[in-house]
């Protein structure tokens, strides 16, 4: 049973599929259509004619479901663009907005960012940032961009080992 997840963002698509226990991710640059996003995402990932289950959404469709689960969960804090792009990354606007809403110091947070403009922002908003590119973002400069910390993979920093840097910080 293979499932397949595509979220259609304003610059990258994402996709995850699992099949067979194996989990397989991919980013791709969102083309004019989303049909051609969904269907560049799905093939990047390797989905093929044994797919059982397709779940689609865009980045303003998630938006509107996290701000719902923000409701019914009571999350401290969801922050959203709202399609606004004076307030979308490289802006520092979100990152301010979330950590004036949870009461916590620049100082006292960490971000991870896939992509130089998130990490832009984070860097921007005075707060620690740990990259982790991906396929598409690899060679596009995070650490020059002003990322703290770049890694392959989250499995490289145990969570022990992001607290004691940001203490050194």
Partial sequence: MAILGVDVGGTFTDAVLVD???????????ATGQEESVLAAARAVGAGAGLTRFAHGTT????????RLEEAVGWDAICTADGDPARAK?????????????EVAPDEAAAFEDSPNGVRAAKAAGVYCVAVPNEVTRELGLAEAGADLVLDSLADLPPEALFSRLEEE
Avoid at 22 to 30: F, G, H, Q, S
Avoid at 94 to 99: C, I, T
Wanted: aromatic residues 4%.
């Fill in 60 to 67: 303003v469709a998630t938006n509107a479901l996290l701000e």
């Fill in 20 to 30: 067979e226990g194996r989990i397989r991710t991919a980013k791709v640059p969102t």
């Fill in 90 to 102: 490289p802006s520092p606007a979100l990152y301010l907005e979330a950590l004036a809403a949870l």
